[in-house]
């Protein structure tokens, strides 16, 4: 339709309108303005999983732990060698008003006060290589690293970060401080990128996120390597403190990130089942308790129970099986009666997406009969493990 009658004009601005509209420095608090609030954020920056510590599908406390070996808190790993005992579990003390929920705790329930010379212990994630060919290691255009966290611990005094890269041999190591002891604190620290030797595009671990609770001399008596170079024992954990000295010892840690580039950005908090599935790429718990439903399964002899499970993701590596027998642990119900069995094993169709699982040798039946597969104990759990 045309405009009938007159075009409005614009109304002039006077000099006071233009200098009240005008944005100058001095409307702009100084530092206001910094790159992570003007730059989209990159989605699944964060190459450490699981690091707001959500997802514990193992459990959420074990004790007596004097090896090395997952055992609550998804994705990492305690290496423990010969130095103390512990309590490993997931808890709710976590940052006030930074969105976290959980972290995790390593408590000593044994101490080691004087370590020997091999002895160490530190937590760690492996990382698939296939997930880090955009750092552009081993070139000259590689990229940073930085990673940032929170941390509290009653131990103040000099922990270390190690990355170390599996494929070549190499690491790099830095220091930070924690300051007040029982305080939440947040820790950042950047890495430069190494131009020397590329990460294998492959499902292996390539790089390892180390973060040292004690170490003795072996570990210790070199000068820490601050830059990337041929990893070297000596210079690995050189001033870190011994959080294995005494039982009060504690340590908790949240929001772990690492990310590409020198400045830390805020924590990514990814929703509960996509980070639940990102685990379940290492690891899967089935079936956790009693009367809970494994599947649907059939005998193929009378004395040959089967079944398949469907895994909600695409596996690492096929997985093997993980699972608790005793005396009754499971049951199969069909054709109006029950058969109970006391464990489960792994069948020969494992795959990336699906496994068989099956008794043959605790079970009677009819070949051919289908039934309905379900725990029979408290203690009952079945679960896949394809972990680096």
């Not at 409005?8 to 601005?13: E, I, Q, S």
């Not at 514990?56 to 808190?73: D, F, K």
């Not at 699906?354 to 043959?360: P, V």
């Not at 051919?368 to 679960?383: M, V």
Request: charged share 15%.
């Amino acid at each position: 339709m045309p405009f009938i009658g007159n075009k409005p004009t614009a109304l002039p601005l006077s000099s006071n309108d233009l200098e009240d509209n005008i944005i100058s420095t001095a409307k702009i608090q100084d530092n206001a303005v910094t790159p992570a609030k003007y730059i989209e954020p990159v989605p699944f920056r964060n190459i450490i999983i699981n690091g707001d510590m959500s997802i514990a599908q193992r459990g959420t406390s074990v004790t007596g732990i004097t090896g090395s070996g997952y055992y609550t808190v998804d994705r990492f790993k305690n290496s423990i060698g010969t130095a103390g005992t512990w309590t490993n579990s997931q808890s709710t003390d976590v940052p006030t008003g930074q969105g976290f929920a959980k972290s995790m705790k390593m408590d000593c329930t044994t101490a080691d006060a004087s370590l020997g010379s091999g002895d160490n212990i530190y937590i760690r994630q492996l990382i698939e290589g296939q997930n880090l060919q955009y750092l552009k290691k081993g070139t000259a255009n590689v990229e940073s690293l930085t990673t940032s966290f929170w941390v509290k611990s009653n131990k103040t005094g000099t922990y270390i970060i190690e990355l170390f890269d599996r494929d070549n041999t190499r690491h790099i190591n830095k220091s930070y401080t924690i300051d007040s002891a029982n305080t939440w604190e947040k820790k950042t620290i950047t890495f430069d990128g190494d131009t020397t030797g590329t990460l294998n595009n492959d499902n292996g671990s390539s790089l390892e996120f180390h973060m040292w609770l004690g170490a003795g001399s072996t570990f210790t008596s070199g000068t820490l390597q601050t830059s990337w170079g041929t990893q070297n024992n000596a210079n690995r954990a050189v001033g870190q403190v011994n959080l294995a000295d005494s039982t009060a010892n504690e340590f908790y840690i949240t929001g772990v990130q690492l990310e590409a580039g020198t400045s830390a950005s805020d924590f990514e908090f990814l929703p509960y089942d996509v980070n639940l599935g990102r685990c379940q790429r290492y690891y899967y718990l089935h079936v956790s308790g009693n009367n809970q439903d494994v599947g649907l399964g059939g005998y193929y002899l009378s004395s040959h129970m089967f079944l398949n499970i469907t895994l909600p993701t695409t596996m690492r590596t096929a997985p093997s099986v993980v699972y608790v027998s005793g005396t009754d642990y499971y049951k199969i119900s069909r054709n109006g009666a029950t058969d109970n069995f006391n464990d489960i094993s792994g069948g020969g169709s494992a795959s990336l997406n699906e496994i068989s699982l099956y008794n043959n040798s605790q079970v009677s039946g009819t070949g051919g009969h289908a039934g309905y597969i379900r725990t029979n104990n408290a203690s009952s759990s079945i679960a896949l493990n394809s972990e680096l």
